[in-house]
């Protein structure tokens, strides 16, 4: 016995089932990794030193399946702001992106550089990193990784803010 749609008028098209889509492990920036400074020429580590502070605003990631992998597109959006002693417009910094898994083990990690120039008179900008990467899973599921996002700090900074608070 057929079954009949009643709503159907009979010429409709019937399409397949879409591929499905990957799941993304979620992607999180880590606070204490998401501000960073940069100091001046000054040998003092104090906030009247610093040339530029940056910070990992956001971070957007879509996934494609890539059999035992993910081919995973970021936009990383990072700010920098000209500190007191920010005599330049340009500032590199380094952040990185791990990928972690259940039991919160480094599975891969990767460092990026990221060139902001802050037009003269301005006090901040931001730039959006747009870059791909493959994430092989190692067997995990999506659910069970994370993906971490930070600065990668030198250890003036780690000490830098054990002594002071975020500029």
């Known amino acids: 016995m057929s079954s009949l749609n009643p709503f159907s008028s009979g010429s409709e098209k019937v399409t ?3 591929a499905p889509t990957a799941v993304c492990p979620q992607a999180v920036v880590l606070r204490p990794l ?3 400074v940069v ?7 104090r906030p009247i030193n610093v040339a530029f502070t940056g910070r990992l605003s956001d971070v957007d990631v879509k996934c494609d399946l890539a059999g ?3 081919r995973a597109t970021f936009d990383v959006i990072v700010v920098a702001e000209r500190g007191p002693a920010g005599r330049a417009d340009d500032v590199d910094l380094d952040y990185f992106v ?6 919160q083990a480094i599975l891969s990690k990767k460092n990026f550089a990221v060139h902001i120039t802050i037009p003269a008179g301005a006090k901040r900008a931001a730039v959006t990193d747009h870059f ?3 994430i ?3 067997g995990h599921s999506s659910g069970d990784l994370t993906i971490d996002l930070g600065f990668q700090q030198r250890p003036e900074v780690v000490e830098f803010y054990k002594n002071f608070r975020s500029p």
């Not at 100091?39 to 580590?45: Q, T």
């Open 39 to 45: 100091f001046g020429p000054s040998e003092g580590r």
């Open 132 to 134: 791909e990467e493959t």
């Open 98 to 103: 791990a990928v972690t898994g259940p039991d």
């Open 16 to 18: 397949a089932p879409a």
């Open 34 to 36: 998401a501000n960073t």
């Open 68 to 70: 035992s992998a993910f």
């Open 136 to 138: 092989d899973t190692r």
